[in-house]
């Protein structure tokens, strides 16, 4: 980040590219980074934003917008977004993730290279996937991991993604890793899951991060740690 930054300038709106650490939710990103900026520079209120939700156990790429650039929000989120990351086969979790306990465990000794190869197929172009239960998105005016949380069944829409490229990098059962390149609204924890079906040995993900937003990379960023650190110094100028 650029030191000559000023109060000024996080008003008229900035980029900011942060790396996300894990167990941070998005919201908590936002929120330390307004408080950051508003605290050091004496301001009443600041609009600040990001440009797509990542998972508290993912890490990597956000794209943070302040003041008059959160405009511009929409234009960031519709841009695709690369990942790399690691699923897990065996067992299936309400979450697809980490975040609820592994469960239907199931054996994977036999799944070989050819079915894994075959299996990703079906993860490439145009998909149907249903977001996850323990999600942020809405229907009915509620959140799906309130849905989730209560106990209440609800019927999830398939939606409308698109895989652009994925390549599984290493197989070290029952891991496995992979670079992935999609649209918007893709869930890499749906993919997980629905990779775990189509093998039917059930499978959850158990690492994600973001590499890419567009243009944007994830070796231009900066942790929120260092975003903190550098705001001082400019304050202590």
């Known amino acids: 980040m650029d030191l000559n930054h000023t109060a000024e300038k996080f008003i008229n709106g900035k980029l900011l590219l942060i790396n996300k650490p894990i167990n941070w939710t998005s919201f908590q990103v936002v929120n330390k980074i307004r408080w950051t900026l508003t605290n050091f520079f004496g301001l009443k209120a600041l609009k600040v934003g990001h440009c797509g939700t990542l998972d508290p156990l993912a890490t990597g790429l956000m794209l943070i917008c302040t003041g008059k650039m959160t405009k511009k929000i929409n234009d960031y989120t519709s841009l695709d977004k690369s990942y790399s990351g690691k699923i897990r086969l065996g067992a299936t979790t309400q979450s697809y993730d980490l ?139």
């Open 99 to 237: 975040e609820t306990t592994p469960e239907n465990f199931k054996n994977f000794n036999h799944i070989t290279l050819n079915e894994i190869e075959k299996a990703k197929k079906n993860f490439q172009g145009t998909v149907f996937q249903k977001p996850p239960i323990y999600s942020a998105v809405k229907k009915s005016g509620k959140r799906l991991y309130q849905y989730a949380r209560s106990g209440e069944k609800i019927e999830i829409e398939s939606r409308k993604v698109n895989i652009n490229s994925f390549e599984i990098s290493d197989v070290k059962l029952p891991d496995l890793s992979f670079l992935i390149s999609c649209s918007k609204g893709t869930y890499i924890r749906s993919l997980a899951n629905d990779f775990g079906k189509v093998l039917k040995c059930g499978a959850h993900l158990v690492e994600l991060h973001r590499c890419k937003i567009g243009s944007f990379s994830v070796e231009n960023s900066i942790t929120i740690a260092k975003f903190i650190e550098q705001i001082k110094l400019k304050k202590e100028l």
